[in-house]
Protein backbone atom coordinates (compact mmCIF):
# COMPACT_ATOMS: atom_id res chain seq x y z
CA UNK A 1 0.00 0.00 0.00
CA UNK A 2 1.19 3.25 -0.72
CA UNK A 3 2.26 5.89 1.87
CA UNK A 4 0.56 9.40 0.37
CA UNK A 5 0.36 11.66 3.15
CA UNK A 6 -3.06 12.49 3.42
CA UNK A 7 -2.85 16.25 2.17
CA UNK A 8 -1.42 15.33 -0.46
CA UNK A 9 -4.15 12.84 -1.09
CA UNK A 10 -6.70 14.66 -0.66
CA UNK A 11 -5.53 17.50 -3.15
CA UNK A 12 -4.77 15.18 -5.84
CA UNK A 13 -8.23 13.78 -5.68
CA UNK A 14 -9.62 17.23 -5.54
CA UNK A 15 -8.05 18.89 -8.52
CA UNK A 16 -8.88 15.83 -10.52
CA UNK A 17 -12.65 15.68 -9.66
CA UNK A 18 -11.94 19.57 -10.18
CA UNK A 19 -10.81 18.91 -13.98
CA UNK A 20 -13.57 16.37 -14.07
CA UNK A 21 -16.26 18.12 -13.84
CA UNK A 22 -15.20 21.42 -15.59
CA UNK A 23 -14.83 18.61 -18.70
CA UNK A 24 -18.14 16.69 -18.01
CA UNK A 25 -20.43 19.58 -16.17
CA UNK A 26 -22.49 19.93 -19.55
CA UNK A 27 -26.48 18.58 -19.26
CA UNK A 28 -27.27 16.44 -22.56
CA UNK A 29 -26.10 12.44 -23.38
CA UNK A 30 -24.63 10.39 -21.05
CA UNK A 31 -21.30 11.92 -19.96
CA UNK A 32 -18.82 9.20 -20.03
CA UNK A 33 -15.33 9.07 -17.84
CA UNK A 34 -13.16 6.17 -18.09
CA UNK A 35 -10.74 5.33 -15.15
CA UNK A 36 -7.71 2.89 -15.96
CA UNK A 37 -5.95 1.18 -12.72
CA UNK A 38 -2.42 0.33 -14.11
CA UNK A 39 -2.44 -2.40 -11.46
CA UNK A 40 -5.64 -4.46 -10.21
CA UNK A 41 -7.09 -1.42 -8.12
CA UNK A 42 -7.96 -3.30 -5.41
CA UNK A 43 -5.64 -1.56 -2.42
CA UNK A 44 -7.44 0.24 0.23
CA UNK A 45 -6.10 3.84 -1.53
CA UNK A 46 -7.50 3.08 -5.13
CA UNK A 47 -10.93 2.24 -3.28
CA UNK A 48 -10.63 5.59 -1.28
CA UNK A 49 -9.67 7.53 -4.51
CA UNK A 50 -12.23 6.09 -6.61
CA UNK A 51 -14.87 6.69 -3.97
CA UNK A 52 -13.62 10.33 -3.97
CA UNK A 53 -13.71 10.65 -7.32
CA UNK A 54 -17.30 9.31 -8.36
CA UNK A 55 -19.29 10.65 -5.55
CA UNK A 56 -19.12 14.33 -6.27
CA UNK A 57 -19.07 13.36 -10.54
CA UNK A 58 -22.71 11.13 -9.57
CA UNK A 59 -23.68 13.83 -7.67
CA UNK A 60 -23.49 16.22 -9.78
CA UNK A 61 -24.59 14.36 -13.14
CA UNK A 62 -26.70 11.68 -11.67
CA UNK A 63 -27.81 9.34 -14.02
CA UNK A 64 -25.99 11.12 -16.78
CA UNK A 65 -22.49 9.34 -16.07
CA UNK A 66 -21.26 6.84 -17.00
CA UNK A 67 -18.07 5.71 -14.89
CA UNK A 68 -16.17 2.67 -16.06
CA UNK A 69 -13.26 1.54 -14.84
CA UNK A 70 -10.69 -1.40 -16.48
CA UNK A 71 -7.46 -3.10 -14.43
CA UNK A 72 -4.58 -3.64 -16.45
CA UNK A 73 -3.29 -6.27 -14.15
CA UNK A 74 0.48 -5.25 -15.45
CA UNK A 75 2.07 -6.58 -12.30
CA UNK A 76 0.72 -9.96 -13.03
CA UNK A 77 1.22 -9.80 -16.76
CA UNK A 78 3.96 -7.68 -17.37
CA UNK A 79 4.13 -9.23 -21.50
CA UNK A 80 1.15 -8.04 -22.32
CA UNK A 81 0.76 -4.28 -21.57
CA UNK A 82 0.28 -3.62 -25.63
CA UNK A 83 -2.23 -5.99 -25.60
CA UNK A 84 -4.32 -5.16 -22.61
CA UNK A 85 -4.29 -1.16 -24.44
CA UNK A 86 -5.32 -2.68 -27.80
CA UNK A 87 -8.28 -4.13 -25.98
CA UNK A 88 -8.92 -0.95 -24.05
CA UNK A 89 -9.14 0.95 -27.13
CA UNK A 90 -11.49 -1.63 -28.96
CA UNK A 91 -13.74 -1.80 -26.16
CA UNK A 92 -13.89 1.73 -25.90
CA UNK A 93 -13.85 3.09 -29.26
CA UNK A 94 -17.39 3.42 -29.53
CA UNK A 95 -18.43 4.42 -26.33
CA UNK A 96 -17.60 8.54 -26.34
CA UNK A 97 -15.31 8.99 -23.55
CA UNK A 98 -14.89 12.26 -22.61
CA UNK A 99 -12.19 12.04 -20.43
CA UNK A 100 -9.49 9.12 -19.22
CA UNK A 101 -8.12 8.78 -15.93
CA UNK A 102 -4.71 6.89 -15.63
CA UNK A 103 -3.39 5.76 -12.42
CA UNK A 104 -0.14 4.58 -12.54
CA UNK A 105 3.27 4.76 -12.05
CA UNK A 106 4.00 4.14 -16.36
CA UNK A 107 1.69 6.57 -18.38
CA UNK A 108 0.39 5.29 -21.02
CA UNK A 109 -2.30 6.50 -23.82
CA UNK A 110 -5.56 4.68 -23.71
CA UNK A 111 -7.61 6.88 -26.25
CA UNK A 112 -5.03 8.89 -28.07
CA UNK A 113 -7.67 11.36 -29.05
CA UNK A 114 -9.34 11.94 -25.59
CA UNK A 115 -8.01 14.21 -22.82
CA UNK A 116 -5.73 12.26 -19.94
CA UNK A 117 -5.36 12.70 -16.56
CA UNK A 118 -2.33 10.97 -15.36
CA UNK A 119 -2.54 10.07 -11.10
CA UNK A 120 0.55 8.48 -10.10
CA UNK A 121 0.40 7.11 -6.03
CA UNK A 122 4.11 6.79 -4.81
CA UNK A 123 5.37 7.61 -1.64
CA UNK A 124 6.94 10.54 -0.70
CA UNK A 125 10.81 9.09 0.00
CA UNK A 126 10.29 7.51 -3.71
CA UNK A 127 9.38 11.28 -5.42
CA UNK A 128 12.38 12.37 -2.74
CA UNK A 129 14.95 10.15 -4.20
CA UNK A 130 13.68 10.65 -7.99
CA UNK A 131 14.22 14.77 -7.10
CA UNK A 132 17.76 14.08 -5.61
CA UNK A 133 18.55 12.10 -9.13
CA UNK A 134 17.74 14.80 -11.72
CA UNK A 135 21.14 16.43 -12.59
CA UNK A 136 21.49 20.11 -11.91
CA UNK A 137 21.50 21.12 -15.74
CA UNK A 138 17.84 19.87 -16.18
CA UNK A 139 16.84 23.05 -14.06
Known sequence: MSAWPSPIRSAATFLVTAILLSV???????????????DDGIKPTSVVFEQSLAQPLRAQLGANLDFYR??????????DRERAIE?????????HIEIVIF????????LPSVPAVYVRNQSSEMLQAEVNQIPISAF
Not at 26 to 38: D, T
Not at 103 to 110: D, L
Open 70 to 79: EHLEWGRFPN
Open 87 to 95: HLRSRFADR
Open 24 to 38: VAVEGPPRCVLLVYQ
Open 103 to 110: VGNVPSVI
